[in-house]
């Protein structure tokens, strides 16, 4: 009887001595208590929630050494070790404000992402290829977006009263020599690259990362698709051209393979043209696209682009009765990179690559018979390191060589310029909390053939309101030489300069984004020359000037059931000496008003996609030599009414028909003045248009794959 009742005191004894009451409060780093947080036992089910007053108690019959936890939304995990001993123990945590994509402040002071569904996503791949103006051209539907541009008769980006060269183009951070087709003066150009290998973008209007350098006004970088979802081919037939493209698709590797050719001669046939065409545009480009995982925690990307084309163009001459002068461009491009990324171990992780690009001109006008060929490599390798939640570093360095060299085949001359840029940068973010942000960064180059070395410093910071949106501010200094056709002529020429002050109100919420945003930029050591294009003498940087104004941006996904559209404003009071102008001008590349418009509609009775978008801005200024001074005239306004329809007769089956400017608006973008005054005195002119009032496409686009629901939407 003693045994069984000491044995029943001493299991009462471990009973007891093994009851551990924990208890507490929980608040944050203000102070304040936290309700709702999940506390309990490592590994096990023993756990409980604190009150509204922060409060906890549990009860749990573990012994020894253990690990108390703490979780809770919006703040980052703590752990504490304790030791239960059936004894009554307090703890009373601080947990710190969790910095993560979801809640966390992002700088948004001159940058537009579009490669995360949590930000503030403006333009995908799938956006780009449905904006009817664009016609499948990236940067035509980048100029639907604030602080741009268009400028009809040449087709490429321009930034906030910023040159078309002052914008750098990189794919998966490697620079783009040459991303624009070759074309005769006045004829738009392209972008080179198809859509479809985009998956996401970041378009900075300026202020932008020390990653990236000589672009005055702004850097867009396109990111490639990752691994294709199944393998498929697709089919392409167009009313100015085909392709085909096949994609084969394993678990950790992918490529793709792609083949098209263009020839405007049939349709021009068809449809009136403004332009005296000897030969229509036409041409071919092959690329291939390859992905493999590296490891658990990597990957590599191959890609090469080639194609080759040409056109020929009569040119009237303002005051002749003849045809004109007849220009004829052949032009040969390859550009090639590979570009890795790997997560390291300690929260480290890197990316970088090589990429080259060949750019071949042949051009004959009138008796200038001209080859020019510009390539550039770039090399770059970039590090991060996360020190905690609140602190990370990327740091990296750059190789560029460009190399240029024109070749006057008719005059039997050749100059030629080789140049090496050394870059190192450098760029810290400090999330002071999960509302406010610092970025501080360096930009150092070195040129070769300048023997200049410069620094350049860039600061942002954000600050999240705590009801809703937030408030960016981006400021820093920019670097970039002059262009190649000028330095061939003065190889002593350095770096023009901009100093740019963004501030930018965002908001994102429920499928709805706003953003306004107002700018300054100065700009320093600009080139003044004057002179033909073939031999521009007196070759100076005394210029400079200004560009100042604001943007605003709406985009809505939810208002209207399944509508999508946006509309922007940008006011843009740009002065500048530079080219040939010897007092500060307004740009004719920079109109002081400009707007833009797109609605997408489904229809899905119809399997429909209705699509519209409307540009428009205040006219383009022009010097009229009938007149005294510089830039001292303007166009009417520009207008352009596009129209698309993308019909799903099948699931792999997408038709496309969109029509550029439906309701005819006669565009001028300039005039042309004869060299000699007239009997009369005055110099005659001729307006600079569009190539034809309005551009139709028609595109049917087949996918061939086991999955019969499968189209080229698919990847976008």
């Given at each position: 009887m003693k045994t069984i009742l000491s044995i029943l005191l001493f299991f009462l004894a471990v009973q007891t001595i093994g009851q551990t009451l924990i208890k507490g409060s929980v608040k944050d780093q203000k102070g304040q208590t936290i309700p709702g947080v999940n506390i309990f036992i490592k590994n096990t089910y023993d756990g409980t929630s604190s009150d509204l007053e922060g409060n906890f108690q549990m009860e749990t019959e573990l012994g020894g050494t253990q690990t108390l936890m703490f979780q809770a939304m919006g703040f980052k995990s703590q752990e504490l070790e304790v030791v239960l001993n059936g004894s009554v123990q307090e703890f009373h945590p601080v947990m710190r404000e969790a910095i993560n994509d979801m809640t966390a402040v992002t700088i948004t002071a001159g940058a537009m992402e579009a490669s995360d569904e949590k930000r503030a996503v403006v333009l995908k791949s799938i956006d780009i290829v449905t904006v009817p103006s664009a016609m499948g051209d990236i940067v035509g539907a980048f100029q639907t977006l604030p602080g741009t541009s268009t400028i009809g008769n040449d087709g490429r980006l321009f930034v906030r009263g910023g040159d078309a060269s002052e914008t750098a183009i990189f794919i998966d951070g490697m620079k783009v020599g040459n991303a624009f087709g070759t074309t005769a003066s006045n004829v738009p150009t392209r972008t080179r690259f198809n859509p479809n290998l985009f998956k996401g973008s970041f378009f900075s209007t300026g202020g932008y990362s020390a990653e990236f350098g000589q672009a005055l006004s702004s850097a867009l970088a396109l990111n490639t698709v990752g691994f294709p979802l199944r393998s498929q081919g697709d089919v392409s037939l167009m009313s100015i051209g085909g392709g085909f493209t096949q994609t084969l698709a394993a678990e950790k590797s992918s490529i793709t393979a792609s083949a098209n050719y263009f020839d405007l001669a049939p349709y021009q046939s068809l449809i009136r043209q403004n332009f005296d065409w000897e030969r229509a545009p036409f041409g071919w480009d092959a690329e291939v696209s390859a992905r493999q995982k590296w490891g658990n925690n990597g990957m590599v990307k191959a890609y090469v682009h080639t194609e080759s084309g040409g056109m020929k163009i009569w040119q009237a001459i303002p005051g002749s009765e003849e045809r004109g002068e007849l220009v004829d461009v052949q032009n040969r491009y390859t550009f090639a990179q590979g570009s890795f990324k790997q997560i390291g171990k300690n929260d480290w992780?890197?990316?970088?690559?090589?990429?080259?690009?060949?750019?071949?001109?042949?051009?004959?006008?009138?008796?200038?018979?001209?080859?020019?060929?510009?390539?550039?490599?770039?090399?770059?390798?970039?590090?991060?390191?996360?020190?905690?939640?609140?602190?990370?570093?990327?740091?990296?360095?750059?190789?560029?060589?460009?190399?240029?060299?024109?070749?006057?085949?008719?005059?039997?001359?050749?100059?030629?310029?080789?140049?090496?840029?050394?870059?190192?940068?450098?760029?810290?973010?400090?999330?002071?909390?999960?509302?406010?942000?610092?970025?501080?960064?360096?930009?150092?180059?070195?040129?070769?053939?300048?023997?200049?070395?410069?620094?350049?410093?860039?600061?942002?910071?954000?600050?999240?309101?705590?009801?809703?949106?937030?408030?960016?501010?981006?400021?820093?200094?920019?670097?970039?030489?002059?262009?190649e056709q000028l330095r061939i002529l003065n190889q002593e020429l350095q770096n023009t300069k901009a100093n740019h002050l963004i501030l930018n109100y965002f908001l994102n919420k429920n499928g709805r984004t706003f953003r306004a945003e107002a700018f300054y930029k100065q700009y320093q050591k600009l080139t003044t020359f004057k002179g033909n294009p073939f031999q521009y003498t007196d070759i100076q940087q005394n210029g400079e000037g200004y560009a100042q104004g604001f943007d605003l941006f709406y985009r809505d996904r939810e208002t209207v059931k399944n509508t999508d559209f946006w509309i922007t404003y940008s006011f843009v009071d740009s002065k500048r000496k530079f080219a040939q102008y010897t007092e500060r001008v307004q740009p004719g590349f920079a109109p002081r008003?400009?707007?833009?418009?797109?609605?997408?509609?489904?229809?899905?009775?119809?399997?429909?996609?209705?699509?519209a978008s409307f540009g428009i801005n205040d006219g383009y200024t022009y010097t009229n030599p009938n007149f005294p001074g510089q830039m001292n005239d303007k166009t009417r306004g520009f207008q352009d009414l596009s129209l698309s329809w993308s019909y799903l007769p099948r699931p792999n089956l997408i038709l496309h028909l969109a029509c550029s400017n439906v309701l005819g608006r006669d565009n001028i973008f300039g005039y042309r003045f004869s060299e000699q005054a007239n009997a009369s005195g005055r110099f005659e002119a001729l307006p600079i248009k569009l190539q034809a009032p309005r551009f139709l496409f028609l595109g049917l686009f087949l996918t061939l794959s086991k999955d019969k629901n499968a189209n080229q939407l698919n990847n976008l």
């Amino acid at each position: 009887m003693k045994t069984i009742l000491s044995i029943l005191l001493f299991f009462l004894a471990v009973q007891t001595i093994g009851q551990t009451l924990i208890k507490g409060s929980v608040k944050d780093q203000k102070g304040q208590t936290i309700p709702g947080v999940n506390i309990f036992i490592k590994n096990t089910y023993d756990g409980t929630s604190s009150d509204l007053e922060g409060n906890f108690q549990m009860e749990t019959e573990l012994g020894g050494t253990q690990t108390l936890m703490f979780q809770a939304m919006g703040f980052k995990s703590q752990e504490l070790e304790v030791v239960l001993n059936g004894s009554v123990q307090e703890f009373h945590p601080v947990m710190r404000e969790a910095i993560n994509d979801m809640t966390a402040v992002t700088i948004t002071a001159g940058a537009m992402e579009a490669s995360d569904e949590k930000r503030a996503v403006v333009l995908k791949s799938i956006d780009i290829v449905t904006v009817p103006s664009a016609m499948g051209d990236i940067v035509g539907a980048f100029q639907t977006l604030p602080g741009t541009s268009t400028i009809g008769n040449d087709g490429r980006l321009f930034v906030r009263g910023g040159d078309a060269s002052e914008t750098a183009i990189f794919i998966d951070g490697m620079k783009v020599g040459n991303a624009f087709g070759t074309t005769a003066s006045n004829v738009p150009t392209r972008t080179r690259f198809n859509p479809n290998l985009f998956k996401g973008s970041f378009f900075s209007t300026g202020g932008y990362s020390a990653e990236f350098g000589q672009a005055l006004s702004s850097a867009l970088a396109l990111n490639t698709v990752g691994f294709p979802l199944r393998s498929q081919g697709d089919v392409s037939l167009m009313s100015i051209g085909g392709g085909f493209t096949q994609t084969l698709a394993a678990e950790k590797s992918s490529i793709t393979a792609s083949a098209n050719y263009f020839d405007l001669a049939p349709y021009q046939s068809l449809i009136r043209q403004n332009f005296d065409w000897e030969r229509a545009p036409f041409g071919w480009d092959a690329e291939v696209s390859a992905r493999q995982k590296w490891g658990n925690n990597g990957m590599v990307k191959a890609y090469v682009h080639t194609e080759s084309g040409g056109m020929k163009i009569w040119q009237a001459i303002p005051g002749s009765e003849e045809r004109g002068e007849l220009v004829d461009v052949q032009n040969r491009y390859t550009f090639a990179q590979g570009s890795f990324k790997q997560i390291g171990k300690n929260d480290w992780s890197y990316y970088g690559g090589i990429s080259y690009s060949n750019n071949v001109d042949a051009l004959v006008l009138d008796q200038v018979d001209l080859r020019n060929q510009n390539q550039v490599l770039h090399g770059k390798f970039v590090a991060l390191k996360g020190f905690s939640d609140r602190f990370s570093i990327k740091t990296g360095v750059e190789s560029y060589t460009y190399r240029y060299e024109e070749n006057f085949r008719s005059q039997n001359s050749k100059r030629e310029l080789n140049d090496h840029h050394t870059n190192i940068f450098s760029e810290a973010d400090f999330y002071v909390n999960s509302k406010f942000i610092l970025r501080g960064g360096l930009r150092g180059g070195h040129s070769s053939l300048a023997k200049e070395t410069w620094l350049d410093p860039r600061l942002s910071l954000a600050y999240k309101f705590p009801s809703e949106g937030q408030l960016s501010f981006a400021a820093g200094q920019f670097s970039q030489m002059p262009v190649e056709q000028l330095r061939i002529l003065n190889q002593e020429l350095q770096n023009t300069k901009a100093n740019h002050l963004i501030l930018n109100y965002f908001l994102n919420k429920n499928g709805r984004t706003f953003r306004a945003e107002a700018f300054y930029k100065q700009y320093q050591k600009l080139t003044t020359f004057k002179g033909n294009p073939f031999q521009y003498t007196d070759i100076q940087q005394n210029g400079e000037g200004y560009a100042q104004g604001f943007d605003l941006f709406y985009r809505d996904r939810e208002t209207v059931k399944n509508t999508d559209f946006w509309i922007t404003y940008s006011f843009v009071d740009s002065k500048r000496k530079f080219a040939q102008y010897t007092e500060r001008v307004q740009p004719g590349f920079a109109p002081r008003h400009n707007g833009s418009l797109v609605i997408k509609h489904f229809v899905s009775g119809l399997k429909s996609q209705i699509g519209a978008s409307f540009g428009i801005n205040d006219g383009y200024t022009y010097t009229n030599p009938n007149f005294p001074g510089q830039m001292n005239d303007k166009t009417r306004g520009f207008q352009d009414l596009s129209l698309s329809w993308s019909y799903l007769p099948r699931p792999n089956l997408i038709l496309h028909l969109a029509c550029s400017n439906v309701l005819g608006r006669d565009n001028i973008f300039g005039y042309r003045f004869s060299e000699q005054a007239n009997a009369s005195g005055r110099f005659e002119a001729l307006p600079i248009k569009l190539q034809a009032p309005r551009f139709l496409f028609l595109g049917l686009f087949l996918t061939l794959s086991k999955d019969k629901n499968a189209n080229q939407l698919n990847n976008l």
